[in-house]
């Protein structure tokens, strides 16, 4: 059986998941829905938006589609599996990674995602949720807790519906905001939950709703600059192995929150065949979601994905089909590094369409698109975060010193990249 692929997405991650699905055996004909100039050396482009529903549903009739595998949350929260799965011609035969509208709430409302933690007895922080009429509450509850204080819109918000303040002036000023339309309907509730001291660590499962396999961890960089400072980004690199995720940690993540997650899902009857991200806090060596993510991370499949040595495409299919019984993955033993290219400027005002340079040079490194494009024949930036650049090494600072030993080779007006990824993740032992 050979299967006929269309990926959604045109990112770094989207990037990452067509090479590892181009290496597979069982990959027929491939489609990416748009992609972009990386992945379309490996899937055909189709020139389209995410959220066109109708042209999704034309292209997997047209092109004869066996699995779509949706990158983005956007579609899936928005119901995209239900819509193809809701013609009789589709239903049947398509395999489609990603959870339906139910079970994407896990991600499209973090108190759906709460109550959820609170049903399953899934450790998370401590929280209440209120509406709009509800202002004078929230701010009394507010003034329950201590700082740092931290406000969420309930719905998606492009990763900036989390408010984190040392003030309660600042947190009530976020709450305002938020009620007064910031985020529009993502903001009609507001979550308001106890702040986690600790490290963050990402954990990705497939499931098909009943069972699960475990892929590689991995930690995201979010702060533009080295030392973790400077604003939030979408994320400006990545590493896996995780060291403090020991062999007793991840042990504690499976029995206390995705073993727990995936039965939840299963008992509730959920419409979930797919990727689970937990965005996890380590605090003193016990593991608590911060959110579920019910997709890849990004930055973090650039270094993910080079960690899984068995065929994703074919664990893809099990999920999809629903029985992932007779699957395995094997974790290669060398470790990941990605550090992501971006616009200067960024994360605020950049300019686009530079020239890149340089790409050809990087022999034995993965290079993931993120935000390029092609135009007669040459590569131009066209977003913030413009390319991921990705080792394998023996160990972390092996993986990391390749990356950095030819990272300058790449270049375009006013290129920048963080210099230590994954710097704190080496010295991890000496710090304890
Ligand atoms: P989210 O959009 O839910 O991923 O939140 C964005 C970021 O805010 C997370 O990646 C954390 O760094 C931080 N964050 C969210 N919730 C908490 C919390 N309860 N305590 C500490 N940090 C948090
Ligand atoms: N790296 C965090 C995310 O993909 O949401």
Redesign the pocket.
Known sequence: MKYNVLLLGSGGREHALAWKIAQSPLLGEFYALPGNPGINTLATGIDGSVTDFDLIRRTVMEKQIDMVVCGPEDPLVNGLKDYLMSFSEIRGRLLFVGPGKDGARLEGSKDFAKEFMARHGIPTAGYRTFSGNQVDEAKAFLRTLRPPYVVKADGLAA?KGVIISSTLEEAEAALEDIFGGRFGAAGAKVVIEEYLDGVEV?FFVLTDGHRWLLLPEAK?YKRIEDGDKGPNTG?MGSVSPVPFCTSEFVKKVCEKIIGPTVRGISSEGMDYRGFI?FGLMNCGGEPYVIEY?VRM????TESVMPRISSDLLQHMAAAAAGDLSGENVLFSEEAAVTCIIVSGGYPGKYGKGYPISGLEDMDGLTVFSAGTAMKDGRTLTSGGRVLAVTALGSDIADAKDAVYSKIDRISFEGAFHRSDIALDMINWKENR
């Open positions: 990763g990402s995201d994320g991200f993510n991370g990004d930055p973090e």
